[in-house]
């Protein structure tokens, strides 16, 4: 084979191997996109479920008093004047009971 086909197959060789390359990182890098594209598209599914939730308490605290009431009663402690509140202590965890002793094994002489 003579020295110019040796370089020209060379040089061909190496022009695949790098359009191989080339090719391979791109279409990681594509699958990588997808990938993260998919997931920012479910994010924000989830945002406008989360979105339209909100507007509908909105809307709910707009327009009804008994909505008002009861979201000042959960999220803010708010009681009536004609209500009596009663607090409970917090239970605490009882110590553990303590082990039995054990009885002394008599020595081995």
């Known amino acids: 084979m003579k020295p110019t086909s040796r ?3 060379a040089a ?4 695949v ?3 191989l ?3 391979w ?5 594509v699958r990588e996109a997808q990938a993260a594209l998919e997931q920012l598209e479910a994010r924000r599914a989830e945002l406008e479920r989360r979105n339209r939730t909100l507007a509908r308490q909105i809307e709910a605290l707009r ?3 008994a909505a008002r009431e009861r979201a000042a009663r959960e999220y803010l ?3 009536s004047p004609e209500e009596t509140v009663v607090l409970l202590p917090t239970p605490t ?5 303590p082990l039995p002793a054990t009885p002394a094994l008599p020595r081995l002489r």
């Open 93 to 97: 965890a009882s110590p553990s009971p």
């Open 25 to 29: 990182s791109g279409t990681r890098s």
């Open 63 to 65: 327009r009804d008093a």
């Open 77 to 79: 402690g708010v009681v």
């Open 12 to 15: 061909g060789v190496a022009l």
């Open 21 to 23: 390359w080339g090719w």
């Open 7 to 9: 370089a020209l197959l």
């Open 17 to 19: 191997g790098i359009s």
